[in-house]
């Protein structure tokens, strides 16, 4: 790893400076050419080098001692987390927990929780036979949360209405009014997690709270955030659990197995296993399309800051493919190290190279979900779609 970052840091210092003119004339097509092509390569070495710096911290000793797992929750009046669960398994459970956002209340799991707990699959299945003309007498389960009562006693409720997005692997959820009584909305966080922050994870593992308290951050982007991962024997349910820095929500729990293909380009030894978390910021686009509203914030997919188009909730980036002069270069598979703002990381690039950006969404109607693609020219951020089968 120390050899990867020493070689990117000096291919940067031999990357030439621009051309500085003294005299006011235009320069030849061949100098702006040589120009532009500088410009892109160094820019792309500057990022390289940052995220490499950035992805070192997942090797790094620990800067804080281990959790010593708590088999109890935060002390508050009112649970800080509560268990969802498919109607008729009340004790096959998953985590979740409560958000305000303005003068509203969301629940909040885990995006594959909800697909099993509500059983996507079988959905989509009667909603493609509807769709077809016919009519299957199907009997599909319902979602629910388990809540604890003041006087100790466990009450479950049909979770009335959701969104999932299977990419972010995030859920959202209405909280049925005379539930709120009984429910701690946490606030969320002001600001992203940073590297080197302390998080704490508040949650249930086999129907049992548990408690991770000292959880260092090792890596962000705005799809995923990597914290080192405290020895637990079995987490079965933890995902849905808050992920809290500073008392406030700074992600939701959804694993402890990383996901990228990417180790044979850049590593000499294989990624760590780590907490994966998705950024508290990717449920906005969910509540859009729960309350048909559209006022909260979005992910732009971008390209050395050239905008492609907004992420959808069910966008899933499959690949990234580098295309120079009509011929594929390089194609990656960077899963939870992928980070839509910055779709060029891993890549060295040089002038009017393509990226493509492969999509295949993934919902649950009755609709054909065709995979489509963006090219984007790195230069002039020019952008084409199109759909290639």
Not at 58 to 65: E, K, W
Not at 253 to 282: C, K, M, T
């Amino acid at each position: 790893m120390k050899s990867l970052f020493t070689g990117v840091f000096a291919l940067i210092l031999c990357v030439p400076a621009l051309p500085v003119r003294a005299q006011i004339v235009p320069p030849s097509p061949g100098v702006l050419a040589q120009s532009v092509e500088r410009k892109i390569a160094t820019t792309a070495l500057h990022q390289n080098a940052s995220l490499y710096q950035r992805l070192a911290g997942l090797f790094a000793l620990p800067h804080v001692l281990p959790s010593i797992p708590l088999h109890s929750l935060p002390p508050t009046d009112i649970p800080v987390t509560f268990r969802v669960h498919q109607a008729g398994h009340p004790y096959d459970t998953a985590s979740a927990f409560a958000v305000q956002v303005g003068d509203h209340v969301y629940g909040v799991t885990a995006g594959h929780v909800m697909r099993n707990i509500a059983d996507m699959n079988k959905r989509r299945y009667w909603a493609e036979r509807e769709a077809e003309g016919i009519h299957l007498d199907l009997e599909v389960p319902t979602p629910q949360m388990k809540i604890q009562l003041p006087d100790g006693s466990l009450l479950s409720h049909d979770i009335p209405s959701w969104r999932l997005s299977v990419p972010s692997d995030i859920a959202v959820f209405e909280i049925p009014p005379q539930l709120l009584p009984y429910i701690h909305p946490l606030q969320l966080s002001e600001q992203g997690a940073k590297v080197g922050q302390v998080a704490s994870i508040p949650g249930f593992a086999n129907d049992q709270p548990l408690w991770l308290q000292n959880e260092e951050v090792l890596f962000t982007t705005s799809h995923r955030l990597l914290l080192r991962r405290t020895p637990v024997e079995r987490i079965d349910g933890l995902c849905g659990s808050p992920v809290l820095i500073n008392d406030q929500v700074a992600g939701l729990y959804i694993g402890g197995f990383l996901h990228a293909s990417l180790r044979e380009d850049l590593f000499s030894q294989p990624l760590p296993n780590a907490h994966r978390v998705v950024p508290i910021e990717n449920i906005f686009p969910l509540i859009n399309d729960l309350t048909g509203n559209t006022t909260l914030p979005t992910t732009m997919m971008k390209v050395l800051g050239h905008p492609i188009a907004e992420l959808r909730p069910q966008d899933n980036i499959t690949s990234i493919v580098l295309i120079r002069d009509g011929k594929e270069k390089k194609c990656l598979f960077p899963g939870d190290l992928t980070d839509p703002e910055h779709l060029e990381d891993f890549l060295t690039l040089q002038e009017n190279d393509i990226l493509r950006i492969v999509i295949w969404p993934i919902s649950f109607t009755a609709q054909t979900e065709k995979i489509f693609q963006y090219d984007v020219n790195v230069t002039t951020g020019q952008v084409t779609k199109s759909t290639p089968f």
